[in-house]
């Protein structure tokens, strides 16, 4: 696909950041060509996502579909001859009414997850979203215009042009549209809205049909869009990029990561906190000649910003750690001078004489998130996650009420606990290997019986690294006991 560079945010642990967790299952009434279906009976499944993403999430399903959503909204399935669409949604989605000619579309946040029939009527829709995104199966369009029954003028060639994209395959795209533009997330039932739309497009099969996912959550839901993407890719998996087949690891990926026949700088990694970031970077504008990058141990390498005037300019830290391709998997830690030290685990995309991130697997400030303590061995990258008692909890699964959770430490300050992760960057996928606890000494708290104190109680039991189901096990003893507002364990 030749398209305008632009990128947009992977997310944070994008597919199986942690451990097998049990999610609800909701079963999605249908309106099929011969009336309509009672939902299939609830269950339970247990997909590969950490706890505090499975706690906010549920999976609707009609039949053979089935997509992630935001726990507690409603859903309706549409099936014909050109296809199925799944629609999930704080309301129940009017189905009827949806396919009148003046319909307007489902307002507001929703999921949606259609699959376009490429041996049947669904070809025209498929063969529109061939035609912009997959140009080669050209072939496949050229035969649909051959019919006919709608002009070439209704199959335009090329992306949208403020579509944001990052091709995951050769079949396989991701994207977001922006709120105020024409793209793919409006050749969707989502109504005109104030949020972009994220999603993924995956040609299918050799019928040409097209499986599209359009997501449009609310500001507070947004760090689940890619994991319900992420979710649609596990269950559908890309084809491997041409020159990705292979990966390199450790000093042999950081060979590759040059501009100029010289590592690339220190500054070209470090892009703005803000929507910014995902614009890319001109090495020629990033590369700063006159400011050398000190190479540090562990391979690290590291640039000063420069001061302006009484405010120090903070540092910004890179190491390759892999490379697929033109795609460099690097660990970047930084500050901007504050108190903040923002580490992340990104890949980096390298192309034209420009550099842009093109996925986020995870990251954040200090105790918040914070990164550390990499390891590169037998083509497997470990390391560690600092994270406040609020996080801890939300990865055990345990689900608690809202105000005992604000209750619990939550800032860049509080590491009370460090987990191990285990990335494969072959396959991108995350695992979270043990937690350990970090207690304050009991001393420190004498005379508390608040909802953290009781937390503290409990980690001091487990001075032992901690397996996955352990976690689910103190999950379980904090929502019986710390959030029921008991003593101390």
């Known amino acids: 696909m030749t398209s305008p560079l632009a990128v947009f945010m992977m997310c944070l642990a994008l597919a199986a950041p942690a451990h097998a967790a049990g999610i609800p299952v909701v079963g999605c009434p249908g309106d099929v060509q011969t009336g309509q279906e009672p939902p299939p009976a609830n269950t339970s499944r247990r997909l590969p996502l950490d706890g505090e993403h499975a706690a906010a999430l549920a999976w609707y399903f009609h039949g053979s579909m089935g997509v992630l959503a935001p726990r507690g909204w409603h859903c309706r399935a549409l099936s014909g001859s050109n296809g199925t669409s799944l629609y999930v949604a704080p309301r129940q989605a009017d189905t009827v009414n949806l396919l009148r000619p003046d319909s307007r579309g489902i307002p507001g946040p929703a999921v949606q997850l259609s699959v376009a029939a490429g041996s049947t009527s669904g070809r025209f829709t498929a063969a529109r979203r061939i035609a912009r995104l997959f140009p080669h199966e050209r072939k496949f369009v050229d035969d649909v215009i051959a019919e006919g029954i709608e002009p070439a003028s209704a ?11 990052v091709r995951r395959g050769p079949n396989a795209i991701r994207y977001q549209t922006p709120a105020d533009a024409d793209g793919l997330g409006y050749d969707s039932w989502l ?3 104030d949020r972009p739309i994220t999603g993924v497009v995956i040609l299918m099969d050799s019928d040409r049909s097209v499986l599209s996912l359009a997501v449009r959550l609310p500001r507070e839901l947004r760090n689940l869009g890619d994991v319900i993407a992420g979710q649609v890719e596990a269950d559908n998996p890309p084809l491997p990029l041409a020159g990705e087949a292979d990966v390199v690891m450790g000093r042999a990926a950081a060979t590759r990561f040059v501009y100029a026949s010289k590592p690339v700088h220190p500054f070209c ?5 803000d929507s910014a970031r995902w614009n890319p970077l001109a090495f020629s504008d990033c590369t700063r000649a006159e400011i050398a990058p000190v190479v540090e141990t562990g391979g690290w390498r590291s640039a000063d910003h420069p001061r302006e005037g009484n405010f120090p300019g903070g540092y910004i830290s890179y190491r390759v750690l892999a490379s697929k391709g033109n795609r460099i998997l690097v660990a970047t830690a930084g500050s901007g001078g504050g108190s903040g030290i ?10 034209e004489g420009r550099i842009f991130i093109s996925k986020e697997e995870m990251g954040g400030d200090r ?20 994270m406040p008692a609020t996080t801890v909890i939300g990865l055990s699964g345990a689900g608690i009420d809202p105000r005992s959770r604000a209750l619990l430490n939550g800032s860049p300050v509080d590491c009370d606990g460090t987990a191990r992760y285990r990335y ?5 996928r995350m695992q979270m290997i043990s937690l350990t606890l970090n207690p304050p000494p009991s001393e420190s708290e004498a005379g508390r019986r608040d909802t953290q104190s009781c937390f503290d109680g409990l980690a001091r039991r487990f001075t032992k690294p901690l397996s996955p189901d352990d976690l689910e096990g103190i999950g379980r003893a904090f929502a019986s006991g710390c959030a029921a507002g008991s003593a101390k364990p």
């Open 155 to 165: 199959f335009p060639s090329g992306p949208y042009p403020r579509d944001q994209m």
């Open 191 to 193: 109504a005109r809205g």
């Open 269 to 273: 990694v470090d892009f703005p906190a």
């Open 342 to 351: 923002h580490s992340t685990l990104r890949w980096y995309s390298v192309e």
């Open 367 to 386: 105790c918040a998130g914070g990164l550390s303590g990499f390891e590169v061995k037998d083509g497997l990258i470990e390391f560690g996650r600092d």
């Open 424 to 428: 494969d960057p072959a396959t991108e």
